[in-house]
């Protein structure tokens, strides 16, 4: 059993194979984006400037749609959470050389992969839904320091880093691996295995 509680675009999820696959974000947007194309949503080929700006509006007026988290994120500059319009590469005429082809193409690609995703909205401290406790959790959260991504446009350092890594250490004395991704952790125990 495998769980990410900060699955975000799924990118590290569809690259494990071989186990019951669990993925939660805070992120509706993005949740509701990943279920969308999973159950067969096309989004667009092209996103203009005036979508970018329509699409963001209906986000801060608290709608849902599936738009929004392409828009919003694969379509914004960096990924950042309606971050700025990404525009086309400089000099660029190719037509697909756009980022919404970008990441529509990206999507359709990453979609077999995660079919079989138990996907949620939903904080990495409730409880988790699948049959027992995972054997592995990977954590990708805020990093410290670092730019803000999500819906809530606040600045990183607003996650609760002292209860999620206390929320990490009891996971571990569960028998989970717990895996975070992050340039420091403050876990006495934790080791680096990779860097």
Not at 51 to 65: L, M, P, S, T, Y
Request: aromatic share 12%.
């Amino acid at each position: 059993v495998y769980w990410e509680p900060f699955v975000g675009s799924g990118r590290i999820m569809e690259r494990i194979t071989g186990c019951q696959r669990f993925g939660s974000d805070t992120n509706v947007h993005i949740i509701d984006l990943l279920k969308a194309i999973r159950s067969g949503w096309r989004p667009p080929r092209n996103v203009s400037v005036d979508d970018h700006k329509h699409w963001r509006e209906q986000a801060n007026a608290g709608v849902r749609d599936p738009m929004i988290g392409f828009v919003g994120h694969g379509c914004s500059f960096s990924g950042v959470f309606f971050g700025g319009f990404a525009r086309n590469k400089r000099g660029s005429t190719d037509p697909n050389d756009n980022r919404a082809m970008q990441s529509r193409t990206s999507l359709f690609k990453q979609r077999p992969r995660l079919m079989d995703v138990s996907l949620r909205i939903r904080d990495f401290r409730k409880p988790f839904w699948g049959p027992r406790q995972p054997d592995v959790i990977y954590c990708d959260p805020p990093y410290a320091g670092t730019s803000a991504v999500g819906t809530d446009r606040k600045t990183k350092t607003d996650f609760p880093s002292d209860a999620f890594y206390e929320w990490c250490k009891i996971q571990a004395s569960k028998g989970s691996v717990v895996l975070i991704s992050e340039y420091t952790c403050p876990i006495k125990e934790a080791e680096v295995i990779w860097t």
